[in-house]
């Protein structure tokens, strides 16, 4: 069979786009994306021409057997998203799973990813983390969504819209606590690249007045919750508690 090659393209910076990533895309018989004008337009700008397929949330699950049908066939296949890395907030993940089941070599192209370029330069700690795409868009539930993650120790990174920029950093500053560090990188690899370091009180601030905070694109990085020792609580109020009980046992005998 053919191989389904997983190809990361820029986030912005035409520049990223690696020697490795146009050779594979130069080679292969035809290239899976989600908006064959948006893909057509970066090939025209590296100068190759191939067969797009369009492969987008709306469409995925009929187009997968025919893909897996022309990699059985022996036809080699790239798959890349709009921008960065593709199943990461983006399609594919039904056709690798489907790839991967039918025994089809699967061979990851790797390259610009958002998160990864936020979380590496935030100056939180890069690990562990949790990668959770993109938050709930409704009020209600995002805020029971960011509630639930409060406890949580791990960095958290999340895709937002631009437009509810601002609604979610005030969300995520009321559920996880106004003095949370966080980052927020914004037009990442691009002319007005940005990343914006703070508090969560200071970064809803910023966001709820700044103009450029309404424009682009943005990651927010967030600070996982204080680590809670329970060796520390045990040698603090539990020991006390213990102490007290056999003092009063003694004192009762
Ligand atoms: N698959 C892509 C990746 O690997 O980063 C992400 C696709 S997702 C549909 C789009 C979201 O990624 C945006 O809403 C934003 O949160 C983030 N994003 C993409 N490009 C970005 C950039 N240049 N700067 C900041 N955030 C970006």
Redesign the pocket.
Known sequence: SGTLYIV?TP??NLDDASSRMRQVLAAVDCIACEDTRHSGRLLTHLGIRKPLVSLHEHNEAERVPGLIAALASGENVALV??????????PGFPLVRSAVASGIPVCPVPG???????LSASGIAPEPFRFL??PPRQPGARRRYFESLAEVEDTLI?????HRLAATLADLCQTLGAERSACV??????RH?QLRHGDLAELADWAAHAPEARK????IVVAGAPANDPDEVLQGEGARAINTDALLRALSE
């Open positions: 990361a986030i912005g998203s709009d921008a960065g890395t593709p199943l990461l907030s983006d610009p990813n958002a998160a990864i370029a936020a795409g993109f999340f895709y937002e819209s631009i990188g914004r037009e990442l690899t691009k690249e682009g694109e943005a990651v």
